[in-house]
């Protein structure tokens, strides 16, 4: 099951809603020690959109991203095909998605919108194909 209501797909409006439903996630982080908070929402095919936010570990190498969050919670609930993600943060600037968190996403698309804002600083409107050039991913594995 989705966590918030469908999503279409790219305009202002729909792209000022997801990182909504990004600022609201991040409030969910388990960060005691960066004091970070990071929520993701992730747009599935279909439309439907799952959230996720950071959950960090006392052995610090544990902690799991709000991106990775975000696709566990969508691939656990069936969703495994997407087309964009919100990633929203309390940083003042766009807290870009880490190596591994493009990785992952590149797993399940091989191209999908990114959008990207910080507490109050600009948004940056991106694509996974930017982030993550010439990438290894499922077709590379037989
Ligand atoms: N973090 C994310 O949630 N997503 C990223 O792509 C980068 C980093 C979190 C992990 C950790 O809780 C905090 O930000 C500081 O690294």
């Known amino acids: 099951m989705a966590d918030a209501k469908r999503s279409g797909g790219g305009s202002d409006d729909e792209i000022h809603d997801l990182l909504r439903v990004a600022h609201a996630a991040a409030v969910l982080a388990h960060s005691p020690y960066s004091k ?5 929402a992730l747009v599935a095919s279909n439309g439907e959109i799952y959230t996720g936010c950071n959950v960090e570990n006392a052995s610090f ?3 799991l991203c709000a991106e990775r ?3 566990a919670k969508a691939v656990s609930s069936g969703a495994t095909s997407f087309r964009a ?10 807290l870009m ?13 091989t191209d999908m919108r990114i959008h ?14 930017e982030l993550l050039p010439r990438a290894f991913g499922p077709a590379d594995v037989h």
């Open 36 to 40: 970070i908070q990071v929520g993701a």
């Open 61 to 63: 190498g544990l902690t």
């Open 69 to 71: 969050a975000a696709v």
């Open 85 to 94: 993600i919100a990633i929203a943060s309390t940083e003042r600037h766009p």
């Open 97 to 109: 998605p880490c190596g591994a968190c493009r990785q992952v996403l590149r797993e399940f698309a």
């Open 116 to 129: 990207v804002q910080g507490k109050e600083g600009p948004r940056v409107d991106t694509t996974l194909a």
